[in-house]
């Protein structure tokens, strides 16, 4: 990479990180917002309120990084524009095909980490997400040393050392929920993970109050739900809190679930692409358009409605394909074919 490449590199990205992360915290607070209540009713410190909502920022990131990435792009070339800079490198015999390698080398990086960040970074989000708001709403904390982790609705769990990431030692389970049985279980091992007790090599004792009998059965793995020991209401995963691997997997019974699971797993497979258009549609505006004085700002305005109404159309089009996978074919072919059309006019501008 050239000397030139690396400035405008470094600029773009600096720019890009710097509006990400504003437009990002505005979006959080926004989305916090929702949340607040839960300072209050469930006691919660401000640390963990933070730690909480801060998974919020995964989503919002993935949507805003296309859009800030162009637009930084855009202001970084329009000071080339301005400062003559691009006069200065056509006179020496330089294309402006040259500012195009750095960008799409950021753009690159940037698509690439999208795709990270759909197939892997936003459910792991999500499910971080779900586990605390389980705990903070179910007043599940762990002792820091031996006592009770939570007990209610006649469901107790007592530990006799916690060794960290809710995982214990020496796991007591008392079930009183059967009015006429009762239930106890010691485990050398357990944890709450998922929403779910886990226990490892105990035993299970049970009372029967009516026939006075008690039964005893050893076990290596044994597992409750606790969201239905906490009478909480049971709901499955939605489709953007699930991995690529589950979306496509039509076992959930229901048939709008499923369709809108397809759907989201095409418009993962899209979406990161956008970084790509966003930036191809920034350069050709913005350096290989004529350029006019007298219009200082107008081309980033152009780019700032032509991106808007880009996005608001294809997330149109995703919702639709959610409720009807005919529209399926319309997510690809919206982003397809700027992919293509973006670089023929580029190329053909320069010639």
Known sequence: MSRLARVVFLRIFRTTAYSTIA?????????????????????????KFF??????????IAVILPISFAISSAFVFYRFVRSNQLIAMQSSGMSPLTLLRPLMLLAT????????????????????????????????EPPESAGSIFSI????????EYVGNFSFRNLFVLDLREPKKSFSYYAQNGSIKNNMLLMENGERIEIDEQTKKNSITRFKKYQYDLREILNVERKAAQPNEKYMKDLLANNSGNA??????????????????????????????????PYKRGRKYLRI????????????TYFWVANAAAKDLMFV??????????????????????R
Request: aromatic fraction near 16%.
């Open 301 to 312: 305005f152009v780019l700032v409605v032509l991106i808007v109404v880009f996005q608001g």
């Open 153 to 160: 609705n006649g469901f107790s769990v007592y530990a006799q």
């Open 51 to 60: 730690k909480f909502s801060s998974y919020l920022c995964i989503d919002i």
């Open 109 to 140: 990086i940037i698509t690439a980490y999208l795709y990270v960040s759909n197939a892997y970074i936003s459910p792991s989000a999500w499910t971080s997400f779900r586990r605390i708001e389980f705990e903070i709403k179910n007043n599940i």
């Open 23 to 47: 437009l990002t915290l505005c979006a959080w607070i926004v989305q916090s917002s929702r949340y607040l209540d839960m300072l209050s009713q469930y006691n919660m410190s401000l640390a």
């Open 329 to 350: 074919k319309f997510v690809y072919t919206l982003v397809i074919i700027p992919t293509l059309i973006l670089p023929l006019q580029i190329f053909l501008k320069n």
């Open 256 to 289: 709008a679930m499923d369709m809108a699971q397809v759907a989201l797993f095409h418009q993962k497979i899209t979406s990161p692409i956008l970084a790509y258009i966003f930036s191809l549609l920034s350069f050709l505006l913005i350096l290989m358009a």
